[in-house]
C-alpha cells in the first residue's frame, strides 16, 4: 500500500495511491486524456476536503465501530466517484476512493 500525503494549510491529506492508480488505470484504457482529468479532479477534491473537512456529509448509521465518523464527498465533475475519508487531528486522512457502483461498505468489514 502506497500513501500520499499533500500539504493543505492547516492540515494535511493523507491518502491511498492505490485507489487512484486503479480508477486512473481503468479510463486510460479507453481514454488517456479521460484519466488525467478525472485524477486531477479527485486530487483536488481531497485537497479541498483539507480545507473544509466538515463540509462531507457523515454516514448516517454506521454499521459499526470503523464507520464510525467516517464523511462521504462525492467528487463534484465526477460524481460516480466518492472520496471516503475521517477527519483527524491535523490532517484528513482518506480511507478509500471509490466509483459510486461499488458496495463502499464491504471495505470497512462486518461487525
Request: net charge positive; proline share 5%; aromatic share 6%.
Amino acid at each position: 500500500m502506497r500513501i500520499r500525503t499533500t500539504g493543505c494549510g492547516n492540515c494535511k491529506v493523507v491518502t491511498k495511491a492505490d485507489d487512484l492508480d486503479q480508477i486512473e488505470d481503468h479510463i486510460e484504457a479507453q481514454d488517456p486524456a479521460a484519466a488525467t482529468r478525472v485524477r486531477t479532479e479527485i486530487v483536488q477534491q481531497s485537497i479541498q476536503r483539507g480545507k473544509m473537512p466538515e463540509k462531507g456529509m457523515t454516514l448516517r448509521a454506521p454499521a459499526n465501530e470503523q464507520e464510525c465518523g467516517v464523511r462521504l464527498w462525492p467528487v463534484s465533475r465526477y460524481r460516480n466517484y466518492l472520496i471516503l475519508y475521517r477527519v483527524e487531528p491535523k490532517q484528513i486522512r482518506i480511507l478509500r476512493i471509490l466509483h459510486a457502483a461499488q458496495d463502499w461498505t464491504r471495505f470497512f468489514g462486518k461487525t
